[in-house]
C-alpha cells in the first residue's frame, strides 16, 4: 500500500511530494477499507502543493482531494454498504492512496459505470454546472462565452451548455487547443488576443451575452468582459495566468459590467443537502450514462506520483491527468 505525502510546500509541486508506504490498520466499528480506482489532479491540487491554494490542510498532508474507489472490507456494524461497491470518497480526505480506511457514513454510493469518468464528479462537473446556473439566468438559445475551454471545466461547461440549451463560445489560448475543443462540442472556438470582442461579434451575429466564465485572469479577463453586452457578468474561478484579473473602467462605467467570484468550497459550506444532493443527483446520471464525460490524457500509478504532478502542472496537454492506482 502506498501514500503520496507532502511535508513541505514549495514553488515546484512534484519536488515537494513522493509516494511512502502506507499502513492502514483493521477497519474500526463504523469503518470501511476501500481500494482506491482513480483519483484526478486538479489546478487546485497544484495550487496546494505551492501553497497559493485558498485552504490548506496542515502538514504533513497526502494529496489529492476526490476520487473512487471500491469497498473492500466492512468494518463492525457497517451495513449500509457491501465489499465491491463502487463509493465516491469523502472531499479533502487524500486520495492519492492505493487504499484508505473512512467512516462509512460519509460514502455515497455510485452506479456501476467508468470509475475514471466517476472519479472527476466533486469538483470540475459541478464547477461548470453552477457557473452556469447562479449568477445569470440563462434561457435557451442564449450565448455564453468562457476561456481556458480546453480544460477540464471547460469541457463539462460545453456538454451541460448543451443539454440545456445554450451556446456556447469558447476561448483557447494556442491553436493547437482548437480541434480538441471543436470535438467537445464548442459552438465557436477561438484563440485569445485583444481583438477577440471584434471576433465573438463577427461568430454570433453581434448576439447579446449575458455571462463570461473566466479561469485565467489577468488581461484575458477583459477580454470577455469586452465581449458582453449591458449589464453583463464575468465570474471569475481561476487564475491560469498568475495575474490579478483586468476589467477596463470602459466595461465597469459605461456598460455596468459586474465581476464576481466563484469558489466550489465556499458553495459547499453555504448549499443545503437538498441543493447538494440536486446537483449532483443530475451530474452522477449524465456520467453514468455517458452523456458528460472529459478527456484524459494520462494515468499514473501512487508510486508515479512526481510525474503524474508535473505532468498536470505543465502546459498543452489534452485532457485530465488521473492516478490509477495499480
Request: aromatic share 4%; proline share 6%; charged share 20%.
Amino acid at each position: 500500500m502506498l501514500k503520496a505525502q507532502y511535508q513541505t510546500r514549495g514553488p515546484v509541486p512534484q519536488d515537494v511530494i513522493e509516494a511512502v508506504d502506507l499502513q492502514l490498520p483493521a477497519p474500526t466499528a463504523g469503518q470501511v477499507r476501500i481500494k482506491v480506482l482513480a483519483a484526478p489532479i486538479n489546478p487546485s491540487d497544484v495550487l496546494t502543493l505551492t501553497g497559493q491554494y485558498g485552504m490548506l490542510p496542515p502538514l504533513p498532508a497526502i494529496g489529492g482531494n476526490e476520487g473512487v474507489g471500491k469497498v473492500e472490507e466492512l468494518g463492525p456494524d457497517v451495513t449500509a454498504l457491501k465489499v465491491g461497491q463502487t463509493v465516491l470518497l469523502p472531499v479533502g480526505c487524500g486520495t492519492w492512496v492505493t487504499h484508505l480506511n473512512t467512516d462509512a457514513s460519509k460514502l455515497i454510493a455510485l452506479p456501476d459505470a467508468d470509475p475514471q469518468q466517476l472519479a472527476m464528479l466533486t469538483v470540475n462537473p459541478p464547477t461548470a454546472s453552477l457557473l452556469l446556473s447562479q449568477f445569470v439566468d440563462l434561457q435557451p438559445g442564449e450565448w455564453v462565452i468562457q476561456n481556458a475551454a480546453n480544460s477540464g471545466v471547460g469541457s463539462y461547461l460545453m456538454q451541460l451548455a448543451k443539454l440545456r440549451g445554450f451556446k456556447t463560445i469558447n476561448v483557447v489560448r494556442r491553436e493547437s487547443a482548437i480541434a480538441a475543443t471543436q470535438q467537445d462540442g464548442g459552438d465557436v472556438v477561438l484563440v485569445d488576443g485583444p481583438d477577440l470582442a471584434k471576433r465573438v461579434r463577427e461568430a454570433t451575429g453581434s448576439a447579446t451575452i449575458r455571462l463570461a466564465i473566466d479561469a485565467v485572469g489577468g488581461a484575458a479577463t477583459d477580454h470577455l468582459a469586452a465581449c458582453l453586452g449591458e449589464g453583463g457578468t464575468v465570474v471569475n474561478y481561476g487564475m491560469m495566468s498568475g495575474e490579478p484579473c483586468q476589467v477596463s473602467p470602459s466595461a465597469i462605467v459605461f456598460r455596468d459590467v459586474t465581476l464576481k467570484g466563484f469558489w466550489l468550497a465556499k458553495w459547499f459550506r453555504a448549499a443545503s443537502q437538498a441543493e447538494q444532493g440536486k446537483v449532483f443527483g443530475e451530474l452522477v446520471q449524465l456520467i453514468a450514462s455517458g452523456k458528460l464525460k472529459t478527456r484524459i490524457a494520462a494515468t499514473y500509478d501512487v508510486s508515479q506520483i512526481k510525474e503524474a504532478v508535473a505532468a498536470a502542472a505543465g502546459g498543452e496537454r489534452e485532457g485530465k491527468i488521473l492516478i490509477v492506482p495499480k
